[in-house]
């Protein structure tokens, strides 16, 4: 009996050693990133090669979901919305499924990606977006299959799919145009009443200029049609600075009449404190 717990403890320190010696995995991962545009674009997954074997209609089978890799799920990821196959894709990480056939192939972006390959439940609900390509034969044959993002644009790319003589790529917009045109539009319309408001009171807090901190709060609430509870406080901190007792009665009034009416508690007892402070009645 001690011989056999013996030889038992000698076979598992065996395995234990042989499990911390690293091999080649058949399917190496990979991941590629690229930026198009203004959009930042992640690809995660794991790479078969042929090794002699029949894709596509055998290794591959047509008319069958297909992880587009091995191992895990395929993902890409996007820092912005995208636009695929006519469909919006919020920004976020998506699965990515493939439906072959001979000449066309179905590319599904699916949203759950905690899969260890296809679903085993396929949720149509889950399918962000789809778009069916046209396959294209190639004049050679790709050993391993490859991802890659290709035919930069501003606005758009192509996920490029290739393997055996197998070409396939989906096209993908991104919001570039708009989000350019919407900082410069932005920029060259100058400060917005945000802008003005946090520079004065920053000048105010920092007791800088008080006379600028001043024209910019006023900037900031001629911009705004009706200014909010915290906008008036800090408009009334401004001029008890500057010693206009006055005002900043009558705007600390306005400020307490709004904070009351939301119900915060908090900017009633501050402006109530500060009223009593400057001699309200």
């Known amino acids: 009996m001690k011989k056999l717990v013996l030889f038992t403890f000698a076979l598992t320190l065996m395995f234990s050693v042989n499990a911390q010696i690293e091999t080649p995995a058949p399917s190496p991962f990979t991941k590629v990133e690229q930026k198009v545009g203004l959009t930042d674009v992640t690809l995660e997954y794991s790479r078969p090669s042929m090794r002699g074997r029949e894709v596509f209609g055998n290794l591959v089978p047509y008319d069958k979901m297909w992880r587009a890799g091995a191992n895990k799920n395929t993902i890409v990821t996007f820092s912005n919305p995208v636009t695929v196959g006519g469909n919006e894709l919020k920004a976020g990480s998506y699965a990515v499924f493939i439906k072959p056939s001979e000449k066309?192939?179905?590319?599904?972006?699916?949203?759950?990606?905690?899969?260890?390959?296809?679903?085993?439940?396929w949720d149509d609900s889950k399918v962000a977006a789809k778009a069916t390509v046209d396959v294209m034969e190639i004049p050679a044959n790709v050993e391993t299959w490859t991802i890659s993002i290709d035919d930069l644009t501003n606005d758009s790319a192509h996920l490029g799919m290739m393997w055996a003589d197998t070409y396939a790529a989906v096209k993908f917009e991104v919001p570039t145009d708009k989000a350019v045109t919407s900082a410069i539009e932005k920029t060259m319309a100058g400060p917005s009443a945000n802008d003005y408001y946090a520079s004065a009171v920053y000048y105010m807090n920092a007791d800088k200029d008080l006379d600028k901190a001043k024209e910019w709060m006023d900037k900031a609430m001629s911009m705004v049609k009706?200014?909010?509870?915290?906008?008036?406080?800090?408009?009334?901190?401004?001029?008890?600075?500057?010693?206009?007792?006055?005002?900043?009665?009558?705007?600390?009034?306005?400020?307490?009449?709004?904070?009351?009416?939301?119900?915060?508690?908090?900017?009633v007892k501050m402006n109530k404190d500060s009223l009593k402070e400057w001699g309200a009645k």
């Not at 066309?104 to 439940?121: A, K, L, M, R």
């Not at 001029?239 to 009449?257: F, H, R, V």
């Open 104 to 121: 066309t192939w179905d590319v599904y972006f699916y949203s759950d990606t905690e899969n260890w390959g296809t679903p085993q439940n």
């Open 226 to 267: 009706e200014p909010r509870f915290w906008q008036l406080r800090q408009q009334s901190l401004l001029y008890a600075k500057m010693g206009d007792t006055k005002n900043a009665i009558a705007t600390a009034k306005k400020s307490l009449a709004k904070a009351e009416e939301e119900g915060n508690a908090d900017y």
